[in-house]
């Protein structure tokens, strides 16, 4: 059964930084590649950052790039979001995705909320 | 960057009906287009890949068509598991979601 189950959300202050993980099991996870994904309160989604199955490779949209890294550790099937200079706009569910041109799997979300 | 504009926004729909929510395409993105279902608390579900493909164990009632840079997902015989959340995602260029549609019981 695929899992990816988030963790390190919680509540920062604007201008911190926060780590997300999101640990991936039954699935071979150095062979597809991953996203993240959020969605601020009563929202719809947004596409944050994707990387490819070896980690060579990663895109983000304009309203995060220079300040989130998406990487990855295949050793031990787990994905990471860097998010730094976080903003109030940043408040949200962020959730991890199997990517590779499906998104057929996510896991449940964990809430980044930033306020001071 | 490619926009995906969704529509309607909101819909206010009766069991049994046949609901269609549309996505238009700022630009080409082919095949490239998946749908999801969210229920409230709960994490978005695949319900078509490549724009006309139907996702393992969803039911049939379920249909994808595409007509030119228009997206739709089709809704046959609503039925009260249904209500929910929709998105559309583009992702033959980086990845964009349309602004989804919200499914509400008359």
């Known amino acids: 059964e695929v899992q990816l189950v988030e963790s390190g959300g919680g509540l920062v202050q604007p201008g911190r930084s926060l780590k997300l993980s999101c640990a991936a099991s039954g699935f071979t996870f150095s062979s597809f590649a991953m996203a993240w994904v959020r969605q601020a309160p009563k929202k719809g989604l947004e596409w944050v950052a994707t990387i490819t199955s070896g980690g060579s490779n990663t895109y983000y949209p304009d309203s995060v790039k220079g300040r989130f890294t998406i990487s990855r550790d295949n050793a031990k099937s787990t994905l990471y979001l860097q998010m730094d200079s976080l903003r109030s706009e940043d408040t949200a569910t962020y959730y991890c995705?199997?990517?590779?041109?499906?998104?057929?799997?996510w896991g449940q979300g964990v809430m980044v909320t930033v306020s001071s | 960057d490619i926009q995906m504009t969704q529509s309607p926004s909101s819909m206010s729909v009766s069991l049994g009906d046949t609901v269609t929510i549309t996505c238009r395409a700022s630009q080409d993105v082919g095949i490239y287009v998946n749908w999801f279902q969210q229920k409230p608390g709960k994490s978005p579900r695949r319900m078509i890949y490549r724009a006309t493909n139907l996702a393992d164990g969803v039911p049939s009632r379920f249909s994808g068509s595409r007509s030119g840079s228009d997206y739709s997902l089709t809704i046959s015989s609503l039925e009260s598991e249904d209500v929910a959340d929709y998105h559309c995602?583009?992702?033959?260029?980086?990845?964009?979601f349309g602004g989804g549609t919200k499914l509400e019981l008359k």
């Open positions: 995602l583009q992702y033959d260029e980086y990845r964009t």
């Open positions: 995705a199997k990517d590779h041109n499906n998104f057929d799997y």
